[in-house]
């Protein structure tokens, strides 16, 4: 099994025991949380957008945040990793959150790439030359192939993006409820 795939299919199951971890470590105060959600609710909007474009496994999205970045999903959920680590009020809740991040999704996108490129062939590789993978352009790329899309919010439902906003809410109630404890 290669780096790449071993990361891809364990991200999720090696992520709980590493947010028990930075939940252990976590000092959040009501300012920290507040932050926290407003950087998050950043992220939660970007994956939005992005999820309600995304057409997996159908065609190569290249329009509304994909013309601006190749993993506007990752960007969204790295800047709910940020929140989440203001929100914790913990330097060692931060470094495991975010080396978390940098190290799984590092390898999760690059495989990524190397699915759409075998799928998309030329077209993604304009695609990628054009769209960073990461930080985004701060202007949209005119593509020749791009393909006309539009956020649809049966897409956004049909991707399940909710699950991402629901799981944010129930962290920053997880911290609320460590201030009040940590209060008494």
């Known amino acids: 099994m290669s780096a790449a795939t071993f990361f891809a299919r364990w991200r999720v199951r090696l992520g709980y025991p590493l947010a028990v971890i930075a939940l252990w470590l976590a000092r959040p105060s009501l300012k920290s949380i507040l932050t926290g959600a407003l950087i998050g609710a950043i992220g939660l909007w970007i994956r939005v957008r992005a999820a309600g474009y995304l057409h997996k496994q159908e065609v190569l999205t290249t329009t509304g945040p994909y013309a601006y970045t190749r993993n506007p999903l990752y960007l969204g959920s790295f800047l709910l990793t940020i929140g989440a680590a203001v929100a914790a009020h913990s330097w060692s809740s931060a470094l495991i959150l975010v080396c978390y991040f940098a190290l799984f999704y590092s390898f999760v996108m690059r495989r ?73």
């Open 112 to 184: 990524e790439e190397r699915e759409l490129h075998q799928r998309h062939g030329d077209a993604f590789s304009e695609y990628a030359r054009t769209v960073p993978l990461f930080l985004p352009r701060l202007t949209p790329a005119k593509l020749s192939s791009e393909t006309a899309g539009a956020f649809s919010f049966t897409q956004y439902k049909k991707n399940r993006e909710y699950r991402a906003a629901i799981g944010f809410l129930l962290l920053l109630v997880v911290f609320a409820v460590i201030w009040r404890l940590r209060s008494l």
